[in-house]
């Protein structure tokens, strides 16, 4: 498990795997942050990002700048690239600007989506959705989350939409995560994101905007209700 004062690679001992993309490697790195198998305020040098996955330093370099552009790590003086640290102001406005981008997404993939994606998406957010909250297995609950979030993104087939969400997203899955923990949240959530599918397979886009904006509504009152918790 990474801490605030160990690289990436000290932190974790997972054995090195050959990555010779760097999308590959960023995916990789991009999916530890949200996870938080890196910590917030954890280094990420770059000698040692090379090391671990095998590639250049000119790769690991790359990689880098790509997520200080996507704003999930920063250039701290005499620390070098950090993860950035949850900051629950910046979440909060976050999810407000998420909220639009999710009414977008839902009109556009209504408005693409052939019945056997409602099928997919039925089967996502069934009984197994449910189990793994039951399970404890929060991680599983949330990458449903994520899974059901990314194909509405797929749905909506626009590239820039898709681009714009994926940073959103990035941002607030640590949030996402710990959101789920809270009292009596993740249960109020799974029968909203029932409910918006629901009004989606109906063609209801009304009744689906409604949904969207009381599943952000209820995360932003949540985050400043147990802000202090979050952090």
């Known amino acids: 498990m990474a801490t605030r ?3 990436v690679d000290s932190a974790d001992p997972a ?3 050959p990555m010779v993309s760097t999308q590959a490697v960023l995916r990789d790195v991009r999916a530890r942050i949200a996870s938080q198998s890196v910590l917030p305020g954890s280094r990420l040098p770059e000698e040692d990002l090379a090391q671990h996955y095998g590639i250049t330093r000119a790769k690991a370099r790359e990689v880098l700048a790509t997520l200080e552009d996507r704003g999930l790590i920063e250039r701290v003086p005499n620390k070098g690239a950090v993860v950035v ?7 909060y406005r976050l999810y407000e600007v998420r909220e639009s981008l999710d009414s977008l997404t839902v009109r556009l993939a209504m408005q693409h989506a052939r ?6 998406l039925q089967e996502w957010l069934g009984p197994p959705f449910e189990q793994s909250l039951r ?3 929060i991680e599983a609950h949330v990458n449903t989350i994520m899974r059901f979030r990314d194909r509405l993104a797929e749905l909506a087939a626009n590239p820039v939409l898709s681009d714009l969400i994926e940073r959103i997203y990035e941002r607030t899955r640590v949030t996402m995560r710990r959101v789920a923990l809270l009292p ?3 249960d109020t ?5 029932r409910d918006l599918l629901a009004a989606m397979v109906a063609g209801d886009y009304d009744r689906a905007e409604r949904c969207v904006r009381a599943l952000n509504q209820g995360a932003r009152d949540s985050i400043q209700r147990y802000k202090d918790y979050l952090i």
């Open 189 to 193: 959530g799974i029968l909203q994101y």
């Open 184 to 186: 009596g949240r993740a």
């Open 135 to 137: 399970d404890g297995d």
């Open 15 to 17: 054995p090195k795997r």
């Open 115 to 120: 019945p056997e994606d409602w099928v997919e």
């Open 5 to 7: 004062d160990k690289p």
């Open 85 to 91: 640290p949850v900051d629950m102001e910046t979440t």
